[in-house]
């Protein structure tokens, strides 16, 4: 079974330049969430999408990030314009969304963005 | 609010040693707690999870957790450490309803000796 796919895996940008990333969930995993790793902390929820409809996004800067899941499948993450304390390591992950396998979260490997 | 609480940043055991990561969570209701491995430039990876029942949970790479809810405590144990157990340890605790996202503790980076 494939995992979660997320690219690019690096990225480099100035401030105030935009930045987009794509994550890809395991097939037929209903629930999709991106979260933040800042160097030194664990990662911290952004949004979470229940197939297309957004279910928590508190914690996402709404200024200047959004997120869309439009056909309930993949998902772009974008950042527009980009500070310096937005670098950090972009994590999705995925899960079933319903039973217990709802509570499980597979994680994708993660973009690491520098924002110099 | 809930929280998570790993007291070690950094932990330095020998090989073959034995191994005790903390976890102290803040949470009003039934917790479903995890445990989650990063080694560098990886995702996270579940080693194991506990959801209801049997307070001792096994997992994989031969690492074990104790749910003590009286302490409100997951710690991690691993009888005999091997080298390529050196990664970053996360304790994740998941808000009651489900699917809730994950509320992870800083982490707590292993170094192993040879």
């Known amino acids: 079974e494939a995992g979660v796919a997320q690219s690019p895996r690096y990225k480099i940008i100035e401030k105030r330049q935009s930045v987009a990333f794509w994550c890809n969930p395991i097939s037929g995993h209903a629930t999709l969430y991106w979260y933040q790793q800042i160097l030194g902390q664990g990662p911290k929820l952004l949004i979470q999408f229940q197939n297309n409809g957004v279910v928590d996004d508190s914690q996402l800067p709404k200024d200047r990030f959004s997120a869309e899941r439009l056909k309930g499948v993949d998902s772009t993450l974008k950042i527009q314009p980009a500070k310096l304390e937005d670098s950090a390591v972009y994590l999705c992950?995925?899960?079933?969304?319903?039973?217990?396998?709802?509570?499980?979260?597979?994680f994708g490997p993660g973009t690491r963005l520098t924002v110099l | 609010a809930q929280s998570v609480t790993q007291p070690d940043i950094h932990i330095t055991v020998s090989e073959g040693a034995s191994l005790e990561l903390r976890c102290n969570y803040s949470y009003g209701a039934t917790p479903y707690l995890f445990w989650y491995v990063q080694s560098p430039g990886q995702g996270l990876q579940l080693l194991l999870k506990?959801?209801?029942?049997?307070?001792l949970v096994q997992g994989i790479k031969g690492f074990e957790a104790e749910f003590k809810r009286s302490q409100s405590s997951f710690n991690l144990r691993k009888p005999s450490v091997h080298w390529s157990d050196a990664a970053e340890y996360f304790c994740?605790?998941?808000?009651?309803?489900?699917?809730?996202?994950?509320?992870f503790g800083q982490g707590t980076e292993l170094s192993v000796k040879p």
């Open positions: 506990y959801f209801s029942g049997d307070t």
């Open positions: 992950a995925s899960s079933l969304g319903r039973g217990q396998g709802a509570n499980e979260q597979f």
């Open positions: 994740a605790v998941a808000l009651g309803y489900q699917g809730g996202k994950l509320i």
